[in-house]
């Protein structure tokens, strides 16, 4: 699909070495009794995708490296800018991180570093939490001790509803929030989009709706005011998709 390959590129344009990727854990590993708000994959290797992704959506296992040095950077420097970030060295990792390797890159070629965060399981950090987090990844990112190129990947949802009366509806169950959610993100409207989402107010959009946190943490790494160098949508039965690429130093293509 041509959408799906101009937003392969946008990563290819920036020629990186590592990938921190941002996802959530959909209880394949992490239940209600043991879900940490914030936790980073600290490990040579990662296996990747459970039974019941194979079954119902066709993902292939796969086995993805890792880059230990930096997983212990982000470790130690998130405990000095006040994130008591988790870890594990047993990690195993879902299509949250898989699917936008899968899209970006197929041949799965370089190492990892996943942060999980908590967008299921009450009690959930706020909003702002995952914007100051987003911030301080890019801070801990540009302070690493290494010349390697790093690109911050990141996951989340628009509206959704999962098992609920709008789960299959011919787009997303609330098209207006995804409009907003949409222009707030390309634009990098931080305090916008703060002034109007919280725990509560993202039930109403879809019972699955959590999950645009994890895009409110992207818009902390770019920075308020940082329009996006790539924006791009794709309307779904159930859902919206929206890809969103920002270059710090300026677009290469």
């Known amino acids: 699909m041509a959408k799906i390959e101009r937003f392969r590129e946008t990563l290819t344009a920036?020629?990186?070495?590592?990938?921190?990727?941002?996802?959530?854990?959909?209880?394949?590993?992490?239940?209600?009794?043991?879900?940490?708000?914030?936790l980073v994959g600290k490990a040579p290797f990662f296996d990747a995708n459970f039974y019941n992704e194979e079954r119902e959506f066709g993902l292939p296992k796969m086995t993805l490296r890792g880059e230990e040095d930096l997983a212990a950077?982000?470790?130690?420097?998130?405990?000095?800018?006040?994130?008591?970030?988790?870890?594990?060295?047993?990690?195993?990792?879902?299509?949250?991180?898989?699917?936008?390797?899968?899209?970006?890159?197929?041949?799965?070629d370089l190492p990892i570093v996943p942060v999980y965060t908590n967008i299921f399981a009450p009690p959930m950090p706020q909003p702002r939490r995952f914007v100051a987090l987003g911030r301080a990844l890019r801070e801990m990112v540009e302070s690493w001790d290494s010349d390697k190129r790093v690109a911050v990947i990141g996951t989340g949802h628009l509206s959704?509803?999962?098992?609920?009366?709008?789960?299959?509806?011919?787009?997303?169950?609330?098209?207006?929030?995804?409009?907003k959610a949409v222009e707030w993100i390309a634009s990098g409207d931080i305090e916008g989009c703060l002034a109007e989402v919280t725990l509560d107010s993202l039930h109403t959009p879809g019972n699955a709706t959590h999950g645009f946190m994890d895009f409110m943490l992207m818009m902390g790494v770019a920075g308020e005011g940082a329009k996006a160098d790539h924006v791009d949508t794709l309307d779904l039965f159930h859902t919206m998709e929206a890809y969103f690429t920002w270059y710090p130093g300026g677009d290469p293509r």
């Open 73 to 108: 950077h982000l470790l130690r420097d998130g405990l000095d800018r006040d994130f008591d970030l988790a870890f594990s060295n047993e990690l195993r990792i879902d299509h949250s991180i898989t699917c936008p390797i899968i899209t970006l890159r197929p041949e799965a």
């Open 160 to 179: 959704l509803e999962l098992g609920g009366p709008r789960q299959f509806g011919e787009h997303g169950p609330d098209p207006e929030f995804d409009r």
């Open 14 to 38: 920036a020629r990186p070495d590592v990938l921190v990727m941002v996802g959530s854990d959909h209880f394949h590993q992490l239940w209600l009794d043991n879900m940490p708000q914030f």
